[in-house]
């Protein structure tokens, strides 16, 4: 009696929801290159509807989003990737060009329409060619139906978006990393905070190592100056924090403040206090600041390069107590970014997230296991970044239709390395340097459970190995743990965390060093897994999954418009 009880309870409710129609959310956005100063110098970008960084999109657990993206861009195509956002059941919506769709050709639109199924910190940016060094980005905030809270308490929020900026065009970086020899972009210029920072002047001009630069006029009026946290006493703040930056890893801080690290790419983790945070390129984070200083002062947040010998200014921006002006600096000098190559400091943050009790955990054991070696490499001149040795060329007709259609000679049908060769010496420079290219496809059964170790190596030439940020589509992962030196199969296993592993979409290799993800192909699909370091990527560095696609519904006909997919939309033989 009591199982039918609850099985009738169980109908009621299935009913219940199926009779609500989920509230759609509908935007009409223009992607175009526009003229701008976000670091007081004026630069060609790229923005949505005359914004730079383009609209933040806030929307409850169970919208609908549906966004019609025109591209006006008059010589290249586009797309948008909702970065964290799972696609559950709407795999061409991910926005991966030759992957899940065409890129959309200048003048025409696409119609991108999918749920969000989970309250966090997201953002979107371009992914197509290195639109996202241009400035194609944005942030997507999804809270908890009303009702709901969350399992910590806040007064109000904030929400920082970290990017990098150069002051040559994504075009001119694009040309240069693929010329033989490569031209490298160098580092950025600057670092903006919500598309803020200031070229060759300070914030802090009057501090320490910082008098050789000028102090900030604003030439660039209002579209560079900072973007002031108004705040006021004793009440604490959610920051939201997103890192779409086209290359560095980034540590923020607060002057005198603490930080309580609570969320990580959209999932709660076990809270923990810090003095500042590292983030790598393509995560977030919330953090909780209590705001317990003296409110008659005003305090810097500081940005400043990790990871990489930095040859950029650190951004700024201020904390202000509103029982004071925001004109007043603050008395003390910003923190001080710590040593770019600490890398022990970095392990020990990354090794403090875990994930919050209650959290599901991964299974105890894995269907399939895939290692996956990161390596510098040249290819008749050129220089390339490969995973076992293979250096990623997309195709021209997008996975998605490839597969789901049955075409044949659109991509390699023979799938890459499932491991490398176990005598590789990942300290030093390879003995045979050279690499191929392929777009074949990693394919799982539906549901399978499947192991990653990413292994970072020595780079070409020199010594130096240098950090990794990846990113899965479609899909969050378990991080069971990270070591040092070369993976060894049958002994690592006994360090990996399967009680308390956290849920992550991003996850970091360090240098010469092992990162092990577990996740379930649970998401019928075709997902890029990559380097989220635009460069890389660009170069190579990525890998394609592949999961019950023949349980994927019909494709809109307008993610198919190029390619053999394209023929058969013209035949009339598309199903």
């Not at 061409?92 to 899940?100: E, H, N, P």
């Not at 908890?144 to 920082?160: I, R, T």
């Not at 008659?296 to 951004?315: A, D, E, F, H, M």
Request: hydrophobic share 35%; aromatic share 10%.
């Amino acid at each position: 009696m009591r199982l039918l009880k609850g099985v009738f309870v169980w109908c009621i409710w299935l009913l219940f929801l199926l009779s609500v129609e989920a509230r759609v959310r509908h935007y009409n956005w223009n992607v175009e290159y526009m003229i701008r100063k976000p670091d007081c110098l004026e630069h060609v970008i790229m923005g949505i509807n005359g914004e730079f960084p383009g609209p933040t999109i806030r929307a409850e657990v169970g919208d609908i989003l549906h966004i019609k993206l025109t591209n006006k861009l008059d010589t290249e195509g586009t797309v948008i990737h909702w970065h964290g956002i799972r696609q559950i059941g709407t795999p061409w919506a991910d926005g991966t060009a030759a992957i899940s769709q065409c890129a959309i050709n200048p003048g025409e639109s696409f119609h991108y329409r999918f749920h969000v199924d989970k309250a966090g910190t997201y953002f979107y940016h371009g992914h197509y060619g290195m639109q996202r060094a241009a400035g194609l980005y944005g942030s997507l905030i999804v809270t908890l139906p009303k009702g709901q809270n969350e399992p910590f308490h806040y007064d109000a929020e904030f929400n920082l978006l970290l990017s990098d900026l150069w002051h040559t065009s994504s075009l001119q970086q694009q040309v240069g990393l693929s010329s033989a020899p490569m031209r490298w972009i160098g580092e950025p210029q600057s670092l903006l905070i919500n598309g803020r920072g200031q070229f060759n002047c300070s914030l802090a001009a009057k501090y320490g190592n910082t008098t050789l630069l000028p102090q900030c006029n604003f030439k660039g009026g209002e579209e560079c100056a900072p973007k002031i946290l108004h705040v006021e006493p004793n009440k604490t703040y959610r920051i939201r924090i997103a890192s779409t930056t086209s290359l560095a890893s980034l540590n923020l801080a607060i002057s005198n403040h603490k930080l309580i690290v609570v969320e990580a790419d959209g999932n709660y983790i076990h809270p923990f206090s810090v003095d500042d945070i590292d983030i790598y390129s393509g995560e977030t984070y919330s953090v909780l600041l209590t705001t317990d200083q003296n409110p008659n002062k005003n305090y810097w947040l500081s940005i400043g390069v990790r990871g990489r010998k930095p040859n950029t200014p650190q951004g700024l921006t201020i904390l202000n107590y509103k029982t004071i002006s925001a004109s007043v600096f603050p008395t003390s000098p910003p923190p001080i970014t710590p040593l770019w190559n600490d890398f022990n400091r970095s392990k020990a943050f990354t090794k403090q997230i875990i994930s919050k009790m209650g959290t599901p955990q991964p299974p105890k054991t894995s269907d399939r296991r895939i290692l996956l070696l990161n390596t510098q490499n040249k290819l008749e001149g050129f220089t390339k970044w490969a995973i076992n040795n293979v250096s990623l060329t997309l195709p021209i007709t997008p996975y998605l239709g490839s597969i789901k259609y049955k075409l044949n000679n659109t991509f390699d049908k023979t799938a890459p390395p499932d491991t490398f060769p176990m005598d590789y010496d990942i300290f030093n420079s390879p003995v045979n340097p050279n690499t191929t290219t392929g777009n074949g496809v990693y394919t799982f059964e539906l549901n399978e459970i499947v192991d990653v170790i990413l292994q970072n190596a020595n780079q070409l030439t020199g010594n130096g190995s240098e950090i990794h940020p990846y990113h899965l589509h479609g899909h969050d992962f378990w991080v069971l743990g990270y070591g040092d030196g070369k993976f060894e199969p049958g002994v690592d296993e006994k360090k990996f965390n399967l009680t308390r592993a956290p849920l992550r979409n991003t996850a970091v290799i360090f240098p010469y060093g092992w990162t092990a993800l577990r996740f379930k192909a649970d998401n019928p699909g075709v997902w890029a897994f990559h380097c989220h370091i635009e460069p890389h990527l660009h170069m190579g560095m990525g890998v394609i999954f592949a999961e019950g696609v023949h349980k994927v519904g019909t494709i809109p006909t307008d993610a198919l418009t190029c390619g053999l997919t394209a023929t058969l939309f013209l035949n009339g033989t598309h199903p």
